[in-house]
């Protein structure tokens, strides 16, 4: 009958090719199995019967009429090969898992085999599928389930199965990769080996699973963590740093911007990933200053989260070499601390560089309030944010506590960026404003006035008003032009950028006409300004952006205009 | 878009600035032209900067960002 089986069916298992080898092996070979010794050459007697038991252990997810009826075969013969048997779970196990513990091989043997001890097995294993076994118990309830049929076969050894599935259930629940061999009965390892047969299979698998599960949830819940925790410090920023009005400009947006990192997991805009940087940086200074002890574990999740996002995002940043050099020194406290497996360790040692970093940047920023914004360029603010990250470099390499000694150094440096990123911001936001806001507000109501007052009063004129652009057209044109909804504090922002651009302009006009020797500005001048800013190329001629952008009246003001009846229509 | 340009209101700011300058016939409206080009800059690079944060507003962020790099870019 296991010739039968073995010819009939394919096989599935490695053991296959030795199961026609040792198939006169077999009864020779079932006392030394019995011992325990973990020979190959002793695994290979018994070959006969553990792979038949093999292909029928695959056989039963598929087949299971045939393979029950195979299991009676088999237990019919192999009731008096009791011994036989323990050998053969032995070799059979050793063989499919490679496990070397006798224990193991017992149990895995026992799994397909026994057809005396499948109904009791049955138990232990149904439970056992409420571990982490998935497959395997969904496997081994099929083999119950067949077996179960038998379970009536074999009564007395039932009982010894009762023993046995104790045990095993004791093997089972360690849900240890390599159980060690601590029963001597033949029975006991018959048990043991039966759960560790879909232990050893899928105990790699269920490692890599449970490691990969356990390493998701950690960091996202590292990262639900660490978005409350840097609400919470962010608030907590605004009181404690002396630019209250700077940081909270910056603080209210970085949990509106981490949320949306959270969200969104992309941040690939330089201009972004800086202003985004310096928040989260601010973040943790924030957090640094609230609890020193406990915000070392709150970098660790913000460099977690700020990990996951940036290094997911940020390529170009030069972040994730941040992430290496400073993962080294966060993973002895990370690993010592939270005795994650290897797998988690790496992910810290990332999420430490970036903590490291941010400890850096949150000491600069937080010591160092009162540093002015500096006017720095878009160039000067490049260099000092490249310094900032080879400092952090610097300080990732070397010992966590080392890194506190090249805070102070590293922090004027780091300072300077969010002070450059805040420069513009607030120079267009400090300087402007003062003097856009209170003329605008002005300009619409004092256009009313002049026409109301003089004519009942006659009084002179109130309004020095300046001359602005209307807001409603800025408004307008520039949501013409972006086709997307803009907020009202975009527009202000606009409005200040139209202003200084005004500037620059009438400096640009007047260097050009007073090149050129004159004092009234010529449309020459302008076409040599809007080349040199790129606008006129000579693929795009001065004409055609009037005739983009102007209506008729005014192209024909420009442009000198062909008009039937021999008319030419021109601006002179 | 407006039929109308403000060219008063863009002589004066002119005129506000450097009043020593004067401007020929028309000028103010290729003025005008610049500065209309000049919003349609910024508004395109608010607009790219929008798309990179996935958001579908303009954010004064975005615009911040975005002005940095047009009005370097329109100094001439």
Request: glycine fraction near 4%; charged fraction near 30%.
């Amino acid at each position: 009958m296991l010739k039968r089986v073995i010819q009939s069916q394919p096989q599935v298992s490695p053991l296959a090719p030795r199961i026609s080898n040792h198939e006169d092996k077999q009864e020779a070979h079932a006392e030394v199995p019995s011992k325990r010794v973990s020979s190959m050459g002793e695994l290979q007697l018994p070959d006969v019967a553990p792979e038949n038991r093999i292909t029928v252990f695959c056989m039963t997810k598929k087949r299971k009429k045939l393979s029950i009826s195979e299991f009676e075969r088999a237990a019919e013969r192999r009731l008096p090969q009791y011994q036989g048997k323990a050998a053969v779970k032995n070799s059979l196990a050793q063989c499919c898992i490679c496990c070397h513990s006798l224990h193991m091989s017992v149990g895995s043997l026992l799994a397909p085999d026994t057809v005396e001890k499948r109904g009791l097995f049955r138990r232990p294993k149904i439970r056992r599928a409420v571990d982490m076994q998935e497959f395997e118990g969904r496997v081994e309830q099929y083999m119950l389930k067949s077996k179960g049929q038998n379970y009536l076969v074999d009564s007395p050894s039932g009982i010894r199965t009762s023993i046995l599935t104790s045990d095993a259930e004791m093997m089972m629940n360690t849900t240890e990769l390599f159980v060690q061999p601590q029963l001597h009965e033949q029975s006991q390892n018959k048990s043991a080996l039966e759960p560790q047969l879909s232990n050893l299979k899928t105990s790699a698998e269920r490692s890599l699973i449970s490691d990969a599960d356990q390493e998701e949830a950690r960091l996202e819940g590292l990262v639900s963590g660490v978005s409350t925790n840097e609400k919470r410090y962010s608030k907590s920023s605004r009181l404690d740093h002396e630019h209250v009005d700077r940081m909270t400009h910056i603080s209210p947006q970085t949990p509106a911007k981490q949320q949306e990192e959270k969200q969104d997991h992309s941040h690939q805009s330089n201009g972004m990933a800086q202003i985004s940087f310096t928040e989260e940086e601010v973040v943790c200074t924030a957090e640094h200053g609230a609890n020193a002890g406990y915000s070392e574990h709150l970098e660790k999740k913000l460099s977690e989260k700020a990990d996951l996002q940036i290094t997911a995002a940020r390529d170009n940043r030069g972040e994730t070499e941040m992430a290496p050099s400073a993962g080294e020194e966060l993973a002895e406290g990370s690993i010592g601390a939270q005795g994650s497996p290897t797998a988690d360790s790496e992910i810290t040692k990332g999420i430490g560089a970036e903590s490291l970093g941010r400890h850096s940047h949150a000491f600069s920023s937080f010591r160092k309030p009162e540093m002015t914004p500096l006017n720095e360029t878009d160039e000067q603010g490049g260099e000092l944010q490249d310094q900032a990250v080879m400092l952090e470099l610097n300080s990732s390499v070397e010992e966590p506590a080392e890194d506190e000694a090249e805070y102070p150094a590293s922090q004027e440096v780091s300072m300077k960026t969010p002070a450059f990123v805040r420069a513009p911001a607030s120079n267009l936001l400090l300087s402007k404003p003062r003097v856009a806001k209170p003329a605008s507000p002005r300009s619409p109501v004092q256009q009313l006035q002049p026409k109301v007052l003089p004519r009942r009063l006659g009084t002179s004129e109130r309004k020095p008003r300046e001359p602005q652009i209307p807001r409603s057209w800025i408004k307008e044109a520039f949501r013409h032009f972006a086709k997307m909804p803009v907020t009202t504090d975009a527009y202000r922002i606009v409005e200040k950028c139209c202003e200084r651009y005004f500037q620059q302009l009438s400096d640009d006009l007047e260097a050009y006409t007073h090149h050129a020797g004159r004092k009234t500005v010529e449309a020459a001048d302008l076409e040599v300004l809007m080349r040199r800013q790129g606008l006129v190329t000579d693929k795009t001629s001065l004409n055609v952006l009037i005739e983009r952008h102007f209506p008729l009246q005014y192209r024909k003001l420009l442009i000198p205009v062909a008009v039937s009846g021999n008319k030419v229509i021109s601006s002179s | 878009m407006k039929a109308t340009v403000p060219r008063l209101t863009l002589r004066k700011t002119l005129k506000k600035h450097k009043p020593q300058l004067r401007l020929a016939t028309n000028v103010d409206l290729l003025v005008h032209l610049n500065f209309l080009l000049f919003l349609h800059r910024l508004a395109e690079e608010a607009r790219t900067n929008a798309f990179e944060d996935k958001s579908k507003i303009i954010k004064p962020e975005h615009t911040i960002s975005a002005a940095k790099v047009i009005l370097k870019k329109s100094r001439g």
